[in-house]
């Protein structure tokens, strides 16, 4: 695996949260090699933000100077633009909210929060900057293509390579350096449902992400049912890899990210349910 430094921002007119913050993130030094910058205002903490790579900021929302949602709001543009953006503060009004939102923050942590708090965001952060090897399977070097674009723009960390047809996907899932594999459904000769079947008997550890133009029901099922981890209906984005992402690895949904399950019959089943409910 590929550990990477992290450079980490701590934003907060309040000392003792500052601290709580800066303990919290300290407890992975173990793990990581970790820079701390602190801030006690909003001006300050844009003007870091804008004179170095910052991978994960703790932004309080109420600040002296600039507030926290004007911070991010700011970010387009400077080296700390893909930044993790965790908000922090007693509360949350839905004026910030709809700010932290528009502008990709991840998270918000209310006070008063624990230095285990921290930590157990800086974890989440530590497997999504984990280099994941992952294979894309499709016999279409065009949605291949797009896939990777995909990808690349996630939050996590990925590793791609790319096959072609399934004979060449279990050749490649076959050495045991691939830990995923990003699967479509529609190839000749060998559909995604028998490839998965035939990954599965060479492991039941590699995660499966079935990719399809179709949005059966019946589909969905069968992929549930032969073990795959999730399903994506074309065209997909970052947000839903990073959702599948999440739930593959149970790390907790982030305040800010977008939410959807990885199958969508699921959701379809609840609604039905709820309105069998009401009515």
Excluded: W
């Excluded at 550990?3 to 000392?15: E, G, T």
């Excluded at 994960?56 to 004007?70: T, V």
């Excluded at 922090?88 to 991840?106: C, H, I, M, P, T």
């Amino acid at each position: 695996m590929i550990h990477k430094a992290i450079r980490a921002l701590v934003a907060d007119d309040c000392k003792t949260a500052r601290d709580v913050l800066k303990e919290g993130i300290n407890t992975h030094r173990s793990k990581r090699y970790i820079q701390i910058d602190s801030a006690e205002n909003g001006s300050l903490a844009l003007e870091l933000l804008r004179s170095k790579q910052v991978d994960i900021a703790f932004i309080d929302i109420n600040m002296p100077g600039l507030s926290g949602p004007e911070v991010v709001a700011a970010l387009h543009g400077t080296p700390s633009s893909n930044c993790l953006v965790v908000a922090v503060s007693g509360n949350l009004d839905q004026k910030s909210e709809a700010v932290l939102k528009r502008f990709n923050a991840y998270h918000f942590m209310q006070k008063p929060f624990s230095k285990d708090d921290v930590a157990e965001i800086v974890a989440t952060y530590v497997t999504m900057t984990t280099t994941f090897p992952i294979l894309i399977v499709d016999d279409s070097a065009t949605m291949r293509k797009l896939a990777r674009k995909v990808l690349e723009k996630s939050r996590f960390d990925f590793e791609i390579a790319e096959a072609d047809s399934a004979g060449a996907a279990l050749r490649a899932l076959g050495s045991g350096k691939y830990k995923l594999a990003l699967t479509d459904f529609h190839m000749p000769g060998v559909d995604g449902l028998e490839l998965a079947g035939s990954i599965r008997d060479l492991s039941s550890k590699i995660g499966i992400f079935m990719m399809s133009t179709n949005d059966t029901t019946y589909l969905e099922r069968s992929a549930a049912f032969v073990g795959i981890s999730g399903f994506l209906k074309k065209p997909f984005n970052a947000g839903d890899i990073d959702v599948l992402m999440h739930s593959y690895l149970e790390l907790d949904t982030p305040k800010f990210g977008k939410v959807r399950d990885m199958f969508s019959f699921l959701e379809r089943e609840r609604t039905s349910e709820r309105r069998g409910a009401a009515a």
